[in-house]
């Protein structure tokens, strides 16, 4: 499958980084993917086989042609520059505070829905209430994401410390996982809720993950992929310095 990225690109005259923001994911992504070291999700793998207009026989077996009919490599290629626009200069990013939600999973399912969406001005509902961001971020620059959380606890430090902001994009589920990349993962336990930035590796053992901080006096902890009740990629970190 690594394959077929690097005879897209070839053939479209793309770069990893051009891929990446077609996928919103990041160019190491597409790498670790092109070098066999991750695999592609089946949601991607739709992704690309309806915004470039291949043969899903060609991107399964190796069928031709590669694309679905003559003359759509052309018109694909005159056109990857839709894929490849650069992203807005400013972002109108929802803030929210991980002391003040009443769930990861919630949020994460709220802001992905309402990404992109064009809300009414008339009177907000309970659900929206319940998620009112305490501040929104534009900074130039920014990747596409859901929202942005403001992160409790140091187990991340000095990457990311108790108070810093992270910049997510939610999964659909751990098969969307990129093993070693930092996410904002909520684990079910016995005590409830357990909220978290780590980084994600593949456990030996199948049907598990391993979460690990940076934070060396916190433990890496393994974890029954089953247990995972939300999962969203940090895309940016934004430290925050604090004045005493």
């Not at 790498?31 to 207009?53: A, D, P, T, V, Y």
């Not at 900074?139 to 992270?166: E, H, N, Q, T, W």
Request: neutral net charge; hydrophobic residues 40%; charged residues 25%.
């Amino acid at each position: 499958m690594e394959t077929r990225l690097v005879q897209i690109r070839r053939q479209l005259g793309l770069k990893q980084e051009d891929l990446a923001r077609v996928l919103d994911c990041s160019p190491e992504n597409i790498s670790m993917i092109e070098r066999g070291k991750s695999s592609l999700s089946e949601r991607n793998k739709k992704c690309l086989i309806k915004k470039f207009n291949l043969n899903p026989e060609w991107f399964e077996n190796s069928a031709e042609p590669m694309f679905m009919s003559d003359g759509d490599a052309a018109f694909v290629a005159e056109n990857a520059g839709t894929a490849a626009a650069p992203m807005p200069d400013s972002a109108n990013i929802p803030l929210f505070d991980m002391a003040g939600i009443a769930g990861l999973a919630s949020l994460l399912e709220y802001t992905a829905a309402s990404r992109g969406a064009k809300r009414g001005r008339g009177r907000k509902s309970s659900a929206e209430k319940s998620f009112e961001p305490v501040g929104r971020i534009g900074i130039p620059g920014l990747p596409a994401c859901d929202g942005a959380l403001r992160v409790a606890g140091d187990g991340m430090s000095p990457i990311v410390g108790s108070g810093d902001i992270v910049l997510y994009s939610r999964l659909e589920s751990p098969d969307e996982i990129f093993w070693g990349e930092m996410y904002l993962v909520s684990v079910e336990s016995s005590a409830g809720e357990y909220v978290a930035v780590r980084y994600l590796r593949k456990s030996k053992n199948d049907g598990r993950a391993v979460l690990a901080g940076a934070n060396p006096q916190f433990a890496e902890t393994e974890v029954e992929l089953s247990k995972i009740r939300a999962i969203a990629l940090v895309k940016a970190t934004i430290r925050v310095a604090v004045s005493r």
